[in-house]
């Protein structure tokens, strides 16, 4: 396979195919959100097509994942059905060498972050943009908040030294509205020293739901990258 025609797709591709060749018969999987993790969705249909895999249910982190799944044949489950999850599969915006990781460029962080962090195993799949030394290098960190609080909370992350922006949406007037009827901050910080102090303290301000840091969770992480002109995946 040549990556002549669009090296970043056959990447996502042969990543989500990874991920996807991970999940066992009978497992109770998570169904993260973005572009990569809808390969794995995908190729979860395929295997469940083809009768290599079988009796699985997909947890869906946002209403993309929920249609994708419905499109691809994964039968699907709520969090008040069952009592575990076995495997969750998800993307990142950035992942840092303790595979702590930013997420929420789809504003489905809130989601993400429960079934995510109720998995027995959690396993990211990225390509190799998405390796950072450091979080915040790339991307800043979203924040939903309930909208009333957006005043307050945009003030209060002011003074933690954030650079707060409101996400406005493409193709709509006005702010972008996560699949809870919530806002989204983007913040942008010079420096995160401490990801796990940093969620925290977010995560306490008032009207605040929930923020994209991701710490102590990832189990496996997958990466996508192009070498002699051939997708390849290695892990961490």
């Known amino acids: 396979m040549t990556v002549a025609a669009d090296p970043v797709k056959l990447m996502k591709?042969?990543?989500?195919?990874?991920?996807?060749?991970?999940?066992?018969?009978?497992?109770?999987?998570?169904?993260?959100?973005?572009?990569?993790?809808?390969?794995?969705?995908?190729?979860?249909?395929?295997r469940l097509q083809s009768g290599e895999l079988k009796d699985i249910v997909g947890v869906p982190t946002s209403?993309?994942?929920?249609?994708?799944?419905?499109?691809?044949?994964v039968p699907l489950t709520t969090l008040?059905?069952?009592?575990r999850i076995d495997i969750a599969i998800d993307?990142?915006?950035?992942?840092?060498?303790?595979?702590?990781?930013?997420?929420?460029?789809?504003?489905?962080?809130t989601r993400e972050k429960v079934v995510d962090y109720l998995a027995n195993q959690f396993i990211v799949v990225v390509d190799?943009?998405?390796?950072?030394?450091?979080?915040?290098?790339s991307f800043a960190v979203p924040v939903e908040v309930i909208p009333m609080a957006i005043a307050p909370v945009t003030d209060a992350i002011k003074k933690?030294?954030?650079?707060?922006?409101?996400?406005?949406?493409?193709?709509?007037a006005g702010p972008v509205i996560t699949d809870q009827g919530n806002f989204v901050l983007d913040?942008?910080?010079?420096?995160?020293?401490?990801?796990?102090?940093?969620?925290?303290?977010?995560?306490?301000?008032?009207?605040?739901?929930?923020?994209?840091?991701?710490?102590?969770?990832?189990?496996l992480v997958l990466v996508g990258e192009v070498k002699d002109g051939q997708p390849l995946v290695r892990q961490f």
């Open 128 to 137: 190799s943009g998405k390796l950072v030394e450091r979080l915040g290098s």
């Open 13 to 46: 591709q042969e990543v989500g195919k990874a991920a996807a060749a991970l999940v066992k018969s009978g497992s109770i999987v998570g169904l993260g959100t973005g572009s990569t993790t809808a390969y794995t969705i995908q190729y979860l249909g395929e």
């Open 63 to 73: 209403f993309q994942s929920e249609v994708l799944a419905k499109q691809y044949g």
């Open 187 to 219: 913040v942008r910080f010079d420096s995160i020293d401490d990801p796990v102090n940093l969620e925290k303290t977010l995560n306490n301000l008032p009207g605040v739901l929930e923020n994209g840091i991701f710490v102590n969770c990832v189990d």
């Open 91 to 109: 993307g990142a915006d950035e992942v840092d060498p303790q595979k702590n990781l930013i997420k929420g460029g789809g504003a489905a962080h």
């Open 80 to 83: 008040d059905a069952i009592d």
């Open 160 to 172: 933690l030294g954030g650079k707060p922006e409101l996400r406005m949406g493409v193709k709509k």
